[in-house]
């Protein structure tokens, strides 16, 4: 299922700038904040009204340009566009280069229970990220925590998420997921496939992008320092 748009949650325009092709790392973080109210059986409303206040207080208290991250995971089972597919404010060391999936609660403290729809969720949307040329098949996936914030070290994603990683990181063949069906699997493998396919020719050729393709990664470098969302703080 796509992620339903940004308009559905705000009418102001996303922050950051877009990122130039497909991206080979995608961090997954929680917003350690309140879940929505009802958990699994949040109305659309109580969610809205939770990204909202997110980004409210992203953009007043913390001063980034918007909501940091670019995808949101709600225990509902919904998933929402924040600033989709552009520069972020979630992880330090890489928000020029990086996509961020978020999902909407502490994992901490929140029954395990009410993260099982994101991680479903996350799956699912990575392979739906591959299949719109937003990630490298080959995408690296970590928490938060694998790279630590600005300050220091950071719980993000909360254990109750972090301890999940690996099932939405598995291959398709090892989903226990009933609705993972052959169809699924067979769209997974033709899009690993395809990663021989010169993606690269999707993105537009700077002096940074040309530096990752000689140092065979993507990273934070100088070159993103004129970004206004590395001048962002991680969440
Ligand atoms: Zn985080």
Not at 82 to 105: E, K
Not at 143 to 154: A, N
Not at 212 to 235: C, I, M, N, W, Y
Request: glycine share 10%; charged share 25%; with cysteine.
């Amino acid at each position: 299922m796509k992620p339903l748009a940004r308009s559905s949650w705000t009418s102001t325009a996303p922050g950051g700038v877009p990122l130039a092709g497909p991206v080979s790392d995608l961090f997954i973080h929680h917003t350690a904040g309140a879940m929505p109210l009802g958990g699994v059986n949040a109305s659309k409303d109580v969610e809205v009204a939770t990204i909202r206040a997110t980004r409210e207080d992203h953009v007043n208290n913390r001063g980034f340009s918007d909501i940091a991250y670019c995808y949101g995971f709600m225990p509902s089972g919904r998933v929402y566009e924040l600033r989709g597919h552009r520069t972020g404010g979630h992880t330090f060391c890489c928000n020029g280069v990086s996509i961020a999936f978020v999902f909407f609660g502490s994992s901490d403290v929140v029954d395990s229970s009410c993260v099982e729809n994101a991680v479903r969720m996350m799956h699912e949307e990575r392979l739906r990220q591959v299949e719109i040329g937003n990630l490298t098949a080959s995408h690296r996936l970590r928490g938060h925590r694998d790279v630590g914030g600005e300050s220091g070290p950071t719980a993000c994603p909360g254990d109750a998420l972090y301890t999940r990683l690996a099932e939405i990181e598995k291959g398709v063949e090892d989903m226990g997921f009933a609705e993972y069906s052959e169809a699924y699997a067979e769209r997974w493998n033709k899009l690993v496939a395809g990663e021989a396919r010169p993606r690269v020719e999707k993105i537009p050729v700077t002096s940074s992008t040309r530096r990752d393709a000689a140092l065979g990664r993507r990273q934070a470098d100088v070159d993103f320092v004129t970004l206004k969302a590395l001048r962002e703080r991680p969440s």
